[in-house]
């Protein structure tokens, strides 16, 4: 009993000793845990991902919280001591200021959680982990008109929540407004061809379409606007130098979006060389 005492009373005494013994043991606590959630799988689910982002956070704070209280005293004695440089130590610390700011503007709006699609500046991905200084995504290649994982991952400063506008683009994990439009340098009527464009098109959808209209409509009900729907749309427009400009959109499932935007093109190319064979040429 008396071996225990001296054993605390040390640590006490040697309060940076007892830090690192600290330290160590809520890290192997939390190293054991995230294994645990991990376990055997190659790949993560949504629910790992947020017991693991849940376990981080809770293991930091928790660290923090026993780090403060143990020196609470000669903390105290530091903050008196740098009150005359106090503004000096805010300008140095803007950008983790505002990262915890960032974080903190995140939590307070919910703007989005981990397994969301989310758009910051130029960078689009899922959010795979969110602390309080910064939020980790996996890319996703939504600018070049596609929708799969480049398999690089971006860390994203909580800061960047106060420059760039966020964007939730969770509704598109499932299904996407799909735009793509194809260039014709000849000046014809491409109008007749719409018909049997359209009529191919409900083709192709055919197997969605009433899932993708029941999709469509939750996401009105849910965003409170009126989207354009889940049908197939075609219009034209005009180019700079005066071609046409065939646009295409449709609602459909984002991993089917490329393979039908495809299948879409190769069925007007055989159209329009059946009807204008010599502009084809």
Known sequence: MNNIMDIV???INHKLILS???IATITLIRSLTLKTIRGDAL???EEQRKWMSRTKNGTFTLLLVILFLLWQSEISEFALSVTAIAVAIVVASKEIILCFTGSIQRASSRSFRIGDWIEVGKLCGEVIEHNMMATVIQEIDLHHGQYHYTGKTATLPNS??????VKNLNFMKRYVYHNFSIVVANFVNLYPMFPVLEKKIEHHCEEFIEVARRYNSV??????VDLPGSEPHIHIGSGTNGEQVVHFMLFCPTDQATHLEQEIRKDFMEEYEKRFPQSAE
């Open 43 to 45: 790949f993560l689910s």
């Open 20 to 22: 690192l013994l600290i």
């Open 219 to 224: 996401i009105e009900k849910h965003a409170g």
């Open 9 to 11: 009373s040390f640590l």
């Open 160 to 165: 960047m929540f106060f420059t760039y506008p």
